[in-house]
């Protein structure tokens, strides 16, 4: 299993590395983590290791909300431990018949439910 975990709001970095993945014949679980503009806020004030946690990436981040939750495979994580996401990721591995058509867009919201 290949992890990454990576800022990706350019669709052709992502793609390049689907394709590089695929080509080794690598089975790959997509997700794009999402939270809303309250918890995206807190989580980087109290965020105190990171240096790059400045006031200018952080309008960065926030105007960047919109373009990440149009992304296929949305789990919404602004009220989930990391217990939480990491059952629905697993979930999706393990259940590859329920994930949904491709382009076809899966928001899974904070109850753990999903809505399409």
């Known amino acids: ?21 695929s080509a080794m014949r690598t089975e790959v679980t997509s997700v794009t983590l999402f939270c809303d503009q309250e918890t995206l806020i807190r989580r980087w004030k109290n965020d105190h290791s990171c240096e790059w946690r400045t006031d200018q990436w952080l309008e960065v981040s926030l105007a960047s909300l919109p373009t990440f939750l149009s992304m296929k495979d949305v789990i919404d994580t602004s009220n989930l431990t ?23 867009k899966s928001v899974y919201q904070t109850d753990c439910t999903r809505q399409e």
């Open 82 to 104: 990391v217990d939480q996401i990491a059952d629905i990721i697993i979930g999706q591995r393990e259940n590859p018949e329920e994930k949904l058509e491709s382009g076809k």
């Open 1 to 21: 299993m290949i992890v990454v975990v990576w800022l990706m709001d350019d669709s052709w970095v992502l793609q390049a590395i689907l394709d590089g993945l």
